[in-house]
């Protein structure tokens, strides 16, 4: 489909934008709400392996597919596509529509391996259509807020620590691809790795960064539970491009800047926490789950963040920088390390209980200081 032929904003001035959504599991729900809540978006056509999947989409008089080549054949005319199937799915999905010449939300990780992800971000780039990662996350309101403090705060962000803790298995959908390293790209550093590479790289900035420390604890079937990550400035990195929080105070020099992921997939309930440290001392802390009450309550409104977001590159394509590739470089960098003598492995294992003790829960939107300027 070349771009004439593509509904674009300038030309559907009153027309909603056209999507399709392929893959229909748990996920898909928020992506579906999202577009019903939008009047500017319209569902215009579905796909899954299944026929269950597709049934109440067929009955609500949305035509749906078993595969999303017929689904392109049939639809030529969409604006564009969500793709939200196993992580093993999403390469050769993704490089099918990106070659219809159809801007792509795909889910992350963008690809379960670098080379994938590589050679899907050179298709795009190739065809002048958006590639665009959904990184759920950058949309939640603490963690927007926080992003905001630490831009108002008037010292730079020195230190990040994520937190990503949960039962895996309460969150696996019917086929329990998530348990299999083959389709799901590894355990909970490919799985849960990106979204907590992502924030660094959202509140610390976009130089590259490299391992500087890893540990990694594997079950008895060797699928990665545990890990905990250190990240640094990669050596000879490029600057960072584009506005970050704090761009306006001077940065600390590289040495200084350090960010830690600490992910556990087997931990009883939920806890997905970001703290950042200011060069000023000042520690300012979001908790992710804050404001949102029930098992992925906060999902419908990252994923409404996602769609505005989507659109926005839809709308200026070339503006659009897209983070895929670069949290699945550090996943993979992070499974590396694990074999590498050079990489330090004496870390602690994640603690649900940080080591700067938390202050009372901050009212809803205000990220918690924790402590003053030292
Ligand atoms: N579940 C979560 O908490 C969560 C959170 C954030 C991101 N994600 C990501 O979202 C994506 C989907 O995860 P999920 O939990 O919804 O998975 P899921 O297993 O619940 O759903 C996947 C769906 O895709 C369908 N499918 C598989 N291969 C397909 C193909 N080739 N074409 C069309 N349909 C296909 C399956 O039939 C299934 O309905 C994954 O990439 C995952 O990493 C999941």
Not at 354 to 372: K, S
Request: hydrophobic residues 45%.
């Amino acid at each position: 489909m070349n771009a004439p032929q593509r509904l674009t904003a300038a030309a559907t001035a009153t027309a909603p934008r056209r999507l399709a959504v392929v893959g229909l599991g748990v996920i898909s729900r928020f992506y579906l709400a999202a577009i019903e809540q939008d009047p500017t978006l319209r569902l215009a056509a579905v796909c899954d392996l299944t026929e269950a999947g597709l049934a109440p989409h067929r009955a609500a008089g949305v035509p749906g597919y078993r595969d999303h080549r017929a689904l392109l054949a049939a639809h030529r005319d969409l604006a564009g596509v969500i793709v939200t199937v196993p992580n093993d799915a999403h390469a050769p999905v993704c490089r099918d529509l990106l070659t219809a010449g159809l801007p792509v939300c795909v889910e992350k990780p963008l690809a379960t391996d670098p080379a994938e992800a590589r050679a899907l971000t050179v298709l795009a780039a190739e065809r002048g259509v958006p590639l665009f990662t959904a990184f759920h996350r950058r949309y939640n309101t603490p963690v927007l807020d926080l992003a905001a403090a630490c831009a108002r705060a008037g010292s730079p962000v020195e230190r990040v620590v994520v937190r990503y803790f949960e039962m895996i298995e309460e969150h696996v959908g019917g086929d329990r691809w998530y348990l299999d390293p083959e389709r799901c790209g590894g355990g909970c550093v490919a799985d849960n790795g990106p979204n907590a590479f992502d924030l660094v790289r959202l509140l610390l900035g976009e130089d590259e960064l490299a391992v500087a420390a890893v540990r990694i604890d594997r079950d008895r079937a060797g699928l990665d539970r545990q890990a905990v990550i250190e990240l640094a400035p990669a050596a000879n990195g490029p600057r960072p491009s584009g506005p970050r929080p704090g761009a306006t105070s001077a940065r600390p020099a590289a040495a200084a800047r350090r960010a830690r992921v600490e992910l556990d997939w087997s931990y009883p309930g939920e806890l997905k926490d970001v703290e950042v440290t200011l060069a000023d001392g000042r520690v300012l802390h979001a908790d992710m789950l804050a404001g949102s009450e029930g098992f992925k309550a906060s999902l419908w409104h990252e994923y409404r963040g996602i769609l505005a977001a989507f659109g926005a590159a839809l709308d200026d394509p070339g503006a659009h920088r897209d983070g895929g590739l670069a949290a699945l470089d550090l996943v993979a960098a992070a499974y590396r390390a694990e074999r590498s003598p050079a990489v330090p492995r004496s870390l602690p294992r994640p603690a649900a209980i940080p080591a700067t003790p938390l202050a009372a829960p901050a009212p809803q939107g205000t990220p918690t200081i924790l402590t003053e300027a030292r």
